[in-house]
């Protein structure tokens, strides 16, 4: 019942900067912890970032932490990430995942996934 749509993807020098978006439909999208992960080709996909119902608390992967940015507004129903000082291990297929539960690294928490973005960091 629940969709995911990710966008705002694509080619960036590194340092450079990008801001994905993710619009959700279908649940009530303020009742539910939201996170990013991203997968790059041929590695296991890896937890990025996630954020509390009401925006109070976020969490982050130690590799992104200082970086990266995600926030919420649960009038227009997106989450966003905001990608500052990007570098070429950065590059992956990102995911917007919704979680029922409590906040949470693993993907295994997370029971709906959009369909993905890609983000490519050229050196």
């Known amino acids: 019942q629940v969709q995911l749509v990710e966008s705002g993807g694509g080619l960036v020098q590194a340092g450079g900067s990008l801001r994905l978006s993710c619009a959700a439909s279908?649940?009530?999208?303020?009742?539910?912890?939201m996170g990013w992960f991203r997968q790059a080709p041929g590695k296991e996909r890896e937890f990025v970032a996630t954020?509390?119902?009401?925006?109070?608390?976020?969490y982050y992967a130690d590799s992104v932490k200082g970086r990266f940015t995600i926030s919420r507004d649960n009038g227009k129903k997106t989450v966003y990430l905001q990608m500052n000082s990007l570098k070429p291990e950065d590059t992956a297929v990102y995911y917007c995942a919704l979680d029922p539960g409590a906040m949470s690294t693993s993907l295994t928490d997370y029971d709906y996934w959009g369909q993905g973005t890609q983000v490519t960091v050229s050196s």
């Open positions: 954020i509390s119902w009401n925006a109070r608390s976020t």
């Open positions: 279908g649940r009530a999208f303020s009742s539910y912890v």
